[in-house]
Every structure is written in C-alpha cells, then in structure tokens.
C-alpha cells in the first residue's frame, strides 16, 4: 500500500494542473483519501463482500469543506489518476498472473468507488439545495412583508439574483401534490416544480425567486421587459385557478408595491370568470376595488376618473354613453349633439383613461371607476 500510494501522489503531481494549485491541507486530504480508497481495495479484495460503506471508508474522514475545493468531475480526475497509478504499478509488485487478477478486481472496485463519490457530492448537493430553498423562501416571504432591505438585495445574489430592474411578483395555486412552507424550504415535490418553472423563466430571459407557502407558489421576476411574455412562460408550471401578475417596479426594495396587488388581484380574481391566465392585477382594478382593496379604489379614481373628469363634457359624455347601453346614436339625442361628435368625445376618452368606451371590459372598468369618483365627490379633484 505504501509503494502505491507515493505513486499516485506523484502521478497526480504530475498530470493533475488543479490539484498542484490547491494548498498544503488540501492536498494532504486528497492524498489521504488516495490511501484510504487503495487501503480499501486491499481489504475488500482480501474478502470480496459487497461494498455498502466506501463513501464512510474512503471519503469519511476528508472534511465536508473539501466538496466546495475539488469539483465532481475533479474527484472523477482524483479516482481515475489513482487506479492508472495501482494498475501500472501492480505487475510490478506482483508479478504479471497475479497483477492480472488484481486489476480484474480493481474494475469493479473502481465502479463501486465512482458511485461511492457521486453520493458524497449529491448528500453535499441536497444539504445545499436545502439551504437554498430556505434562504429563498425567507427573501420572498420579506418581499411579500414588505420588509426587504439590502440584506434581502444580498441573499437574492447570493442565489444568482442579477435584475436591477422590471421586478414583478407573480401569485397562483401550488401544482397539485406539492406543498411547502416559508419555515421548511421546499418539500421534494416542490423541487421539480420550482425548477421547471425556472428553466422557463430562464428561457425569457428573466431571474426568479421562488417560494411555495402552503397552497400559493410565489414567483418574484427580475429583468423583464415584457410583462405579458414573461407571465406566459410560468404559467403553465401554476396549479388550476387564476395566475396573477403584479405590476412591474424599478427594484427589489420596492416589490412590496407589486406583491400587495398580485394578492389582492388573487383574491378578487374569481370576480372575472373570463379572466385570462395569466392576468395583470392592474387588469382586475374593478373586482379589487369591490372585494375592499383600498389602493386599487384610488388608482381607479386617481388613474381612471380625475382625467375624464376634469374635463366635464368628457364627463357627461361617458355618463351618457353608458346610460344609454353604449349606444351613440342614444347618447347623441340626449345631449343634443351630433353622432360624430360622440364619436370623438369617445376617443378623447381613451385617450386620457387608457380604456375604450365600446370594449364592454373596459366599459364596466369605467363604470366601476365613476361611480367611486361620485362617492369620493370633492375628494377626487
């Protein structure tokens, strides 16, 4: 065992770049598990059990630390450079019959001890991915809290968070048999889930946090430009029921402001049957406002009622239009004008609320927002 392991020292020395680079204790750790792995070898084929504790016998005693120094595919380095070093060297020990049989023997050992070393790295793997999983949940759940700060802008680097701009938070039902929780990370079902939705999301070109809080899944989006294309490429990895999507904001400090509205838009969204999937919370104003939401009440008089009001003919025309069940011919005869002058008026109307008199969804947003500018009465100037 002696002769073998300064041999396999050496060769590495020699052909492994990485492992000259590496310090002192890290290489007398890797020499070490060269050792124990020829050690084993030697005991094994002394008695030729079935190898159920290589990964104790040979990894054990190297330091948990040691994964995050050599790489998998190091390891693999590591396992091979130490069997070329065994089978050059054992003719030599042992002569050419019995340097025949041992070599024989080291196969399948050197199977054994692969798959021994790909279960070291996936243990180390899961520990991490665990850990992820619960920093990732905690920087979602201060987002949805409003209590994010630079140690939240931190963790989410932490997690390969890159956005600086275009953050949108994205609410809808946990995919069925998945569960989870703010304080346990995700469960194993939640992984698959998560991680399919993020190779979507990956592929629009946006980061994403995610989070699975009992039966809501909680995406946090960064870097998008297109609020609509990103919302479609995550929706499908949603459970059945409404996907909501926040309004976009400048940075991750500010995403309280999305999240609140993609809440509440999840829970007036069964207010809109036809409701797209996904659909922007923005577009759920009216039923926000009836379920109590009070700052979707303000945007629809601030954003919808002071601009048509502020102009009173404007005013009188809507009113009239819609008394008269969008009919312009009725609303002309009302108000004594021409139906080509409706017609404009109806323009001017979009053009300063953003939504069209004749399309009925917008129509009963406009609805929704007079009256709540009449309730306001003085207020609404």
């Not at 929780?181 to 190779?199: F, Q, W």
């Not at 070109?205 to 039966?215: E, F, I, K, M, S």
């Not at 509205?261 to 406002?289: F, M, T, Y």
Request: proline share 5%; charged share 25%.
């Amino acid at each position: 065992m002696g002769p073998l392991a300064t041999a396999t020292t050496a060769r590495m020395d020699r052909d492994l770049a990485w492992y000259r680079e590496l310090s002192a204790e890290d290489r007398s750790w890797i020499g070490l598990i060269a050792q124990n792995g020829i050690a084993s070898f030697t005991t094994w084929f002394r008695d030729p059990q079935p190898v159920g504790t290589l990964a104790a016998t040979v990894f054990g005693h190297a330091p948990r630390a040691l994964t995050r120094v050599i790489s998998l595919h190091q390891t693999v380095e590591l396992v091979r450079t130490t069997i070329d070093a065994v089978e050059e060297d054992v003719d030599r020990l042992l002569g050419p019959d019995d340097g025949a049989v041992v070599r024989d023997a080291m196969l399948r050992y050197s199977r054994d001890i692969a798959f021994a070393a790909a279960e070291v790295y996936a243990r180390a793997a899961e520990v991490r991915g665990a850990w992820d999983a619960r920093l990732e949940a905690l920087a979602v759940d201060a987002v949805l809290r409003g209590e994010a700060d630079e140690a939240v802008r931190s963790r989410a680097s932490a997690l390969g968070w890159q956005a600086s701009h275009g953050i949108s938070v994205v609410l809808g039902r946990t995919p069925e048999g998945v569960d989870g929780g703010v304080d346990s990370g995700h469960t194993p079902d939640a992984y698959g889930a998560v991680d399919e939705l993020r190779r979507s999301a990956r592929q629009a070109g946006a980061d994403t946090l995610c989070a699975v809080q009992g039966d809501r899944l909680v995406v946090v989006l960064g870097g998008v430009e297109d609020l609509d294309k990103a919302g479609v490429s995550i929706a499908d990895h949603f459970g059945p029921g409404p996907v909501v999507m926040g309004p976009l904001v400048s940075d991750l400090l500010v995403a309280a402001r999305s999240a609140r509205a993609a809440a509440a838009g999840l829970r007036a969204a069964p207010g809109w049957p036809g409701a797209p999937r996904p659909v922007a919370a923005d577009d759920l104003l009216p039923e926000r406002a009836l379920s109590g939401d009070g700052h979707a009440r303000h945007q629809l008089v601030t954003a919808v009622y002071a601009p048509v009001a502020s102009d009173g003919i404007l005013l009188d025309t809507l009113e009239a239009y819609l008394e008269h069940g969008a009919s312009i011919e009725g609303s002309a005869r009302s108000l004594f004008v021409h139906a080509n002058t409706i017609r404009y008026r109806l323009r001017r109307i979009e053009e300063v609320s953003g939504l069209s008199p004749a399309h009925p969804r917008d129509a009963y947003t406009l609805r929704v927002a007079l009256t709540l500018g009449r309730l306001r009465g003085p207020e609404a100037g």
